[in-house]
C-alpha cells in the first residue's frame, strides 16, 4: 500500500475530527439545553479522559495489532457517537460520546504520528503539518455548518451568565419541546457521514495489508536512542517540560473552540449569534491559514525560530483580548484582531514543537504518550476552570498561557541547548548514531535570539 494512501487516510480522519471539535462550541448551548443542565462543561473533561485512554492505548496497542483496523474501530465508534448526539436527553450519555470522540483524537495523535514518523522519517514534518491543517480546515468549516441549523432561543439564555441560573428553571412546557431533537440533529448527521467514510477507509487499508509500526529490532534501537548514558536526567526533564507545554496548549485550544462562542455572546460582551458564530469562524479559519501556511514554513525555517515566532503572537493577541475585556464598546474588533492572531499563532504549536523535539531528542511512542498524556491533562482541567466563569476566566487564562508557554519553552530550550567547552559549537542531547550506539549531536552555532553568544 502506498505512503500517500495511508497518509491521506490519516489527514481525512483529522479532518472529520476537527469537524466534530468545531461543531462544539455553537452547538454546546443546545446540548446544554437537551440534557436538562448548565453544568455542560463536565463534557470537555470526559473528553480529556477519552484523549487519555486514546493516547495510552493506542500506543500500546499500536505495536501488536493492525494500527489500521484499530483507528477503524475508533472511527466507527465516533461515527455511531455522532449519529445518538442529538437525541440524548441525559449529561452521562453524553459525556461517554465526548469521551470517544478524545479517545478517537488521542489515537490519531499518538498513532496517527508515529505512523506517519515510521513512513516518511526524516520528511515528516511538513506531512504532520499537511495532517494537522485539515484538523483545523475542518474546525473552520464546522462552525458554518452548525449555523445553519441552529435554533433561536434558549441559547442566548445558556450563554449569558448572569441568567444561567433561570434555564435550569425553564417552564415544564418548554423542556417538553425538547423531546423532539432540533434541526441542530443535522449537523451532527453531518460530521458522522463523514466520519463513516473515513473509517471504511482505515478498514480498507487495514484489510488490504498486515501493518506493524516497528519491529522487534527497531523498538530496541529506539529504547536506545532514548537512553543516551549520562543524558536521562536532562531527557527526563525535558519530558516533564514538554508534558507541561502540551497540556497549557491543548487546554488552551479545547477552551477557544469550546467556549469562544459563549464568551462572545456573554452579558459582558453581548454579541448576538451572527456575531458569536462570526468569531468562532474568524478563530478557525485563522487557525486552519496557520497550519496550511506551516506546510511550507517548516521547509524555510527551523523548528526553533518557527516556535519563538508562534508565542511572540500569542502574546501580542492575548494583549488585544485583554482591551477587550476592559473597553466592551470595542469589544467586537478588538476580538476579531486577537482571536485572528490567536488562531495563526497556536495553530503550528503542536507540530513544531513536535519537530524541535524530534531534533533535541529521539521521540519514539513513549515520548509521543508523554506529549499526549499532557495534552489530555489539559483538555481534562482547563476548560473545566474556565467554565465556573467563561465571561472572566477566558480572557486571563489567555493571557496566563501566553507567557507561560513563552517561558517553558525558554526553559526547554536552555535546558537541551548548552555551551561546549572551548568551541563555538552545541551540545543537543539524547541523539544516536544510525547503528544504535549513543552520541551527542553537535551542531554549528547557530544565530538563535535565545541563546547569547
Known sequence: MKKKVKTGAIALAQFSTGLIYGGVGPTLPTLARNVHTTHVSTVFTSRGLGYLAGSLISGSLGEKVNSHLYLFVAMATTCGSMFATPYLTTLAPLMAVFAFVGLLQGSLDTLGNVLLLGMWEERCGPVVQVTKFNFALGAAISPLIASYFLPPGPEAAISCQRVIDNVTNMTSSSVDDVGEPSSVRWAFFIYAALAALTAIFFFAIGCAEKFRLMSPRSRKKSKDQEEVRGERRRVLLVKILLLIFFMLYTGAEASMIGYLFTFATSCRIGLDK????????????????????????????????????????????????????????????????????????????????????????????????????????????????????????????????????????????????????????????????????SEVKTLPQPEDPLVKT
Open 274 to 437: 451572527d456575531q458569536g458564530v462570526l468569531l468562532n469562524t474568524v478563530f478557525l479559519g485563522s487557525f486552519a491559514v496557520g497550519r496550511f501556511a506551516a506546510i511550507f514554513v517548516a521547509i524555510l525555517v527551523t523548528p526553533t525560530k518557527q516556535l519563538l515566532f508562534n508565542l511572540l503572537g500569542v502574546v501580542a493577541s492575548s494583549l488585544f483580548l485583554l482591551a477587550s475585556f476592559f473597553l466592551p464598546q470595542f469589544a467586537f474588533p478588538l476580538l476579531l484582531i486577537g482571536v485572528a492572531i490567536f488562531g495563526v499563532s497556536i495553530a503550528t504549536l503542536f507540530g513544531s514543537c513536535y519537530a524541535w523535539a524530534e531534533s533535541r531528542i529521539t521521540v519514539t511512542s513513549r515520548t509521543a504518550i508523554v506529549m499526549a498524556v499532557g495534552g489530555s491533562i489539559g483538555e481534562m482541567t482547563i476548560p473545566l476552570l474556565i467554565s465556573n466563569s467563561v465571561e472572566i476566566s477566558l480572557v486571563f487564562f489567555c493571557v496566563a498561557f501566553a507567557f507561560s508557554e513563552l517561558f517553558c519553552f525558554f526553559l526547554l530550550h536552555r535546558l537541551t541547548t548548552t555551551e561546549a567547552t572551548g568551541g563555538g559549537e552545541k551540545e543537543v542531547v539524547g541523539s544516536s548514531r544510525d547503528d544504535g550506539s
